[in-house]
């Protein structure tokens, strides 16, 4: 009986490391290809948020002023943008939004300008 016990070991042995070994070279692949899939639909995301940060950008800096929960809105926007890196110009179109008043000017105000 442990001559077939210690040959079934053997077997085992055998089939076992060399399926051991192809399933970790698999996986390993796999992660690498989903790793690279997720960098480019990151890179994806972060130019769709670019494009929709400066469109409302512009949208705000025509109408002169931009509401407190507008103005929270694309904060929260952009800084989800900004934790994707390589940000530049919308660092300094953030600060001009943010020296925007936060209420629509009156008529008297707007003939005073």
């Given at each position: 009986m442990s001559e077939k016990i210690m040959e079934l070991i053997t077997w085992l042995g055998a089939l076992g490391i060399p399926s051991i070994f192809a399933m970790t070279v698999w996986c390993i692949r796999c992660c690498l290809q989903y790793t690279r899939q997720?960098?480019?639909?990151?890179?994806?995301q972060q130019a769709q948020m670019r494009?929709?940060?400066l469109e409302q950008y512009h949208f705000y800096m025509d109408d002169g002023w931009i509401?407190?929960?507008?103005?929270?809105?694309w904060e929260n926007q952009y800084q989800a943008y900004h934790s994707l890196g390589e940000n530049g110009i919308l660092d300094s179109?953030?600060?001009?939004?943010?020296?925007?008043?936060n209420r629509k000017p009156?008529?008297?105000?707007?003939?005073?300008?």
């Open positions: 997720l960098k480019v639909l990151a890179k994806a494009s929709q940060l509401s407190e929960e507008h103005m929270e809105d179109r953030r600060a001009e939004l943010l020296k925007l008043p009156n008529k008297e105000e707007q003939d005073n300008e």
